[in-house]
């Protein structure tokens, strides 16, 4: 049977062993995390470049649609009642008009 002081010591060191085991089990998660967090980060980085460049292609797409549109028709406005868009040679390609008359 051991003293009350080995007793004692021995508490100690395994209170100490368990604090180290329980130390090192949280820093492992946390560089875990860490390394999650990253990669995530990098993998949202990524994401978000391919929606810009996504969108940038989306939009010189949009402005080379507006560019044909401008150069084949002409868009007339009657003081806010509507509009009415000519083609070059003066047709009537189509009209939004409230109350024109």
């Known amino acids: 049977m051991k003293s009350k002081?080995?007793?004692e010591r021995g508490a100690e060191e395994e209170r100490a062993q368990r604090k180290s085991r329980t130390r090192s089990k949280w820093a492992a998660?946390?560089?875990?995390?860490?390394?999650e967090d990253g990669y995530q980060k990098e993998k949202q980085k990524a994401k978000g470049n391919g929606q810009q460049r996504?969108?940038?292609?989306?939009?010189?797409?949009?402005?080379?649609?507006?560019?044909?549109?401008?150069?084949?028709?002409?868009?007339?406005?009657?003081?806010?009642r509507g509009n009415v868009v000519l083609s070059e040679k003066g047709d009537l390609l189509g009209c939004h008009v409230r109350n024109l008359l």
Do not use: D
């Not at 998660?29 to 390394?35: D, G, K, L, M, W």
């Open 54 to 80: 996504c969108g940038e292609r989306l939009e010189e797409r949009a402005e080379g649609r507006r560019q044909k549109f401008r150069e084949r028709e002409t868009e007339y406005s009657f003081k806010g």
């Open 5 to 7: 002081a080995g007793r």
């Open 29 to 35: 998660e946390e560089e875990q995390r860490a390394e």
